[in-house]
Every structure is written in structure tokens, then in C-alpha cells.
């Protein structure tokens, strides 16, 4: 297996579509690798690749404010991809892009990506779905940013950052954690401290335990498990025993009436 192969395995948005379909893309793909705090994108510049983090490479979407305060608006990890996902590429971007964590990824041509939706339904129907998905986080990330406290912000993050890790241990600082709910440290140092006498989360060097997932569930917010929901219902999303995405199977797309039939209805209408 070429190591491209073994990359499109570890993105479950590629490695959910059919042979015929992966080879539409496979021949473009370029591999590369990322360090914590690369810049994938910045705002501002034009998009002409589609990032795909790869196994555990974690891309988190920031919004940048002008006195230099920024917070996260979408944590993506190998159930998805960053980039012009629904528009065809060359687009100034709306947000900065930034490595969370380190790791393998997978970037294609926007123009490749967009001649394959348009010859393949699947690639199409996927992507679609996907960009969905992710707009249904972005969207949820907004009103709870609005709405919640710091300590239901916190632990819907946590969570976030789980799922596409699959692992207990977080390897987050408290500066990056900070910066992604746009709070103080001194502040957050409190929330975690908090959290950590509930028996909740374990605070350590450069990482975040978690002690207690459903615990965590039951005192978090509904907005992790709204977004799961909907990639649940969009994208048919399969979980592990640790919360972890571990495969889509997204349903097919719902098939057009055929032209003639429109056509007789709209007749019908007229009669």
C-alpha cells in the first residue's frame, strides 16, 4: 500500500468512499505533515488546496480580533477537512487555520476536488453532507459561545477534541486552551481547578485527563451532543467506546424525479 493509501485510511471522510471514487483523487493527493501551531490557511488569503488531517492531526478554525483576542470556531480532526469544501477554491478565507495538534495530512487542488464532485454523485453527495456537518458545528460553537458558561464551553471542547483523539489524555495546554474559549489563563486556571475537585477532568503538565466521559456528558451542554446528532442523522457517524469518530456511512443521495416527470407535472398544474 503507497503511503498516500495509508493516509486516505486515516481520514474517515476519504476512507468512507468507494474505490472508484477514491481513485477520482487518489492520483492528486499530496502528503504532508504538520507541527503544533502551523498556519494551514490564514484569513484573508485565497484557498486553493483542501486539507485533509490524517489519523490524529487536529486543524482548529480561529477568528482573530483586531486587538489580537481570538476563539475557536470548529475543531476538525480526521472526520474531516479544511479548505474551500463547498466553494470551488480561490475564495479569501474567513478564518485562520491552525495545527491544534501535529501531525500527517493529505491536501488536494480545490479545482481536482470540484471536477470529481462533478462527474461522481457519491464524491457530490459526501461533501456535501460533510460541509453541512461542519457548518452545523461552526453554527452550535457560535450560540454556545453566547449562551453557556465558561465551564459548559469548556467541557463541550474537551469533549470536541476526544472524539477525534479517541484517547483519555488530551495533550492541550491551558495557554491553548485559553486562546481556543478566548478567555484569560488566571481565569481558566480557576474553571479547571473546578473541575478537577468534581472529579470531572485530572490537570497535569501540558495535558488534560479525562476522569469521567459521562459524567462530563451529563454536566456539560447540549451542544456536543447536538452536533453529534447531526453527524449521526447527515453523515451516519459510527463511535468507539471512548466517544471517537471511527467510520461514516453516509446514506445515498435521494434521487432526482426525471426531467419528463417534471415536466408532466407542471403540465398537470396547468390544465
Not at 487536529?58 to 489580537?68: F, K
Not at 488536494?108 to 456535501?128: G, H, M, W, Y
Not at 478567555?183 to 472529579?199: D, E
Amino acid at each position: 500500500m503507497s503511503a498516500t493509501a495509508e493516509l486516505i485510511e486515516g481520514n474517515l471522510l476519504l476512507k468512507a468512499l468507494r474505490k472508484p471514487d477514491r481513485a477520482l483523487l487518489e492520483p492528486y493527493f499530496e502528503p504532508t505533515e504538520f507541527n503544533r501551531g502551523d498556519t494551514v490557511f490564514a484569513a484573508g488569503g485565497n484557498i486553493s488546496y483542501i486539507t485533509f488531517p490524517c489519523e490524529r492531526t487536529v486543524v482548529t478554525l480561529l477568528i482573530t480580533m483586531l486587538d489580537g483576542r481570538s476563539a475557536e470556531t470548529a475543531t476538525i480532526g480526521r472526520e474531516g477537512a479544511v479548505g474551500g469544501i463547498v466553494s470551488n477554491g480561490g475564495l479569501p478565507a474567513s478564518t485562520h487555520a491552525v495545527t491544534q495538534l501535529g501531525g500527517p495530512a493529505l491536501r488536494i487542488d480545490s479545482t481536482r476536488l470540484q471536477e470529481a464532485k462533478r462527474v461522481s454523485e457519491p464524491v457530490r453527495n459526501l461533501f456535501s453532507r460533510y460541509a453541512d456537518c461542519l457548518l452545523a458545528q461552526v453554527l452550535q460553537s457560535v450560540a454556545c459561545n453566547a449562551l453557556h458558561p465558561i465551564e459548559s464551553r469548556c467541557l463541550r471542547w474537551l469533549m470536541t477534541l476526544q472524539d477525534r483523539l479517541g484517547s483519555d489524555v488530551l495533550p492541550v495546554t491551558q495557554e491553548v486552551l485559553a486562546a481556543m474559549l478566548g478567555v484569560q489563563r488566571t481565569y481558566l486556571t480557576r474553571i479547571l481547578r473546578t473541575l478537577q475537585m468534581n472529579g470531572l477532568i485530572e490537570v497535569g503538565r501540558g495535558r488534560i485527563t479525562i476522569v469521567a466521559r459521562p459524567a462530563i456528558e451529563k454536566a456539560a451542554c447540549e451542544c456536543h451532543d447536538s452536533v453529534r446528532r447531526h453527524f449521526d442523522a447527515v453523515l451516519g457517524a459510527v463511535y468507539g467506546p471512548t466517544g471517537r469518530f471511527v467510520a461514516f456511512e453516509p446514506p445515498p443521495a435521494p434521487k432526482r424525479p426525471r426531467r419528463s416527470s417534471i415536466v408532466t407535472a407542471a403540465e398537470g398544474l396547468d390544465q
